[in-house]
């Protein structure tokens, strides 16, 4: 059974830095993204790689968040620097399921918490 795994989540004070990690159970499942969600709202874009390996960030994260992975891409990263209140969400991560073109795989979520 395909799984991809986020960690790294928590409670941290403003200002203060996490990193998330995420990985595939398959070698086939290669990790392209990031996302978050609060309550209410729709699923945000945070950072993603795309299928050239250039990165996309969210305007609201440029210059404190940092994306990376593996050489082999079966694990991706979450540089989280600076964190502010605002960045308080569930953070999901997004892979890809390289047998299957246009095929995604969701992460169950991890919750980062940043207090003021």
């Known amino acids: 059974q395909v799984q991809v795994v986020e960690s790294g989540g928590g409670l941290v004070q403003s200002g203060g830095s996490l990193k998330l990690s995420c990985a595939g159970s398959?070698?086939?499942?290669?990790?392209m993204g990031w996302y978050r969600q609060t309550p209410g709202k729709q699923r945000e874009l945070v950072a993603a790689?795309?299928?050239?390996?250039?990165?996309n960030y969210a305007d609201s994260v440029k210059g404190r968040f940092a994306i990376s992975r593996d050489n082999a891409k079966t694990t991706m990263y979450l540089h989280m620097n600076n964190l502010k209140p605002e960045d308080t969400a569930v953070y999901f991560c997004?892979?890809?399921?390289?047998?299957?073109?246009?095929?995604?795989?969701w992460g169950r979520g991890n919750q980062v918490t940043v207090s003021s």
């Open positions: 997004n892979a890809k399921y390289k047998p299957v073109p246009g095929y995604f795989y």
């Open positions: 790689f795309t299928n050239n390996g250039s990165t």
């Open positions: 398959l070698s086939t499942v290669s990790p």
